[in-house]
């Protein structure tokens, strides 16, 4: 069945250190992959997304992912994390000819001083 | 530039009323979705629209869901006789198009629906 896996329900993180958030995803075919954060009371913020190419992608606010085929990861990192990345973060794709997305079940970021 | 605009950003109503949730996609884009994101189910497509192309459907949970767009901008997603498993946050997106070509989808801020 096709689905996506974020492994990590909670990750507590100091600020200043780096951050990896994990996801996997079960697809035929290497579908559309986003990353999307929700801080408390908002909607979704895209982050980046992989379409072809360069398999490490750069976002805003200093995220970038790497995809890889062989593990059908497409991992999020931070080198530095500041306080106001404490959030929810949310993988999803598209499958090719499709629009609907699916997301993984999210992963709570906590940052403590 | 202005984002997607939902409103109303909370809704509190009595179970059995009818609501109505608005969303105002961005400007220029053609494809229009409302997604569901509930503490039970994590985030759910319900609905999307493309152009003047006959909706899908398929994620309404009921037939007390329903939703049209009108002149291809504005979508109002309706729940009738509202139960206490509607409570949820109504979350819409849209984006340039539609199917093919992976356009990213931006989201609006949702509508928080409490049924009492």
Redesign the interface.
């Known amino acids: 069945a096709q689905s996506v896996t974020q492994p990590d329900i909670h990750i507590t993180v100091s600020e200043g250190a780096s951050l990896e958030l994990r996801c996997n995803y079960s697809y035929g075919a290497t579908p559309?992959l986003?990353w999307?954060v929700q801080s408390p009371?908002?909607?979704?913020?895209?982050l980046l997304?992989y379409?072809s190419g360069d398999t490490l992608v750069q976002g805003i606010k200093g995220f970038e992912a790497e995809f890889k085929r062989s593990q059908s990861s497409f991992n999020l990192r931070k080198p530095s994390v500041h306080w106001s990345d404490a959030a929810e973060y949310?993988c999803?794709v598209?499958p090719?000819?499709?629009?609907?997305?699916?997301?993984g079940?999210?992963t709570t970021v906590t940052v403590r001083a | 530039g202005a984002g997607?605009s939902?409103s109303p950003s909370n809704k509190v109503t009595e179970k059995g009323k009818d609501v109505e949730l608005r969303c105002d996609p961005i400007s220029g884009h053609t494809?229009l979705?409302w997604?569901r994101q509930s503490l039970g189910q994590?985030?759910e497509?319900l609905i999307?629209f493309?152009g003047n192309s006959a909706p899908?459907k398929s994620?309404l949970p009921s037939d007390r869901f329903s939703a049209e767009r009108t002149g291809g901008s504005v979508s109002t997603l309706t729940i009738q006789r509202t139960q206490q498993e509607d409570s949820a946050v109504y979350?819409c997106?849209s984006?340039l198009s539609?199917?093919?070509g992976?356009q990213?989808?931006?989201?609006?801020?949702?509508t928080r629906l409490s049924i009492l």
């Open positions: 559309y986003f999307y009371g908002q909607g979704l913020q895209l997304k379409f949310f999803a598209v090719w000819e499709d629009y609907k997305l699916s997301f079940a999210g | 997607v939902q494809a979705y997604y994590g985030l497509f999307y493309q899908d994620g979350l997106a984006s539609g199917a093919g992976g990213p989808q931006h989201f609006g801020d949702g």
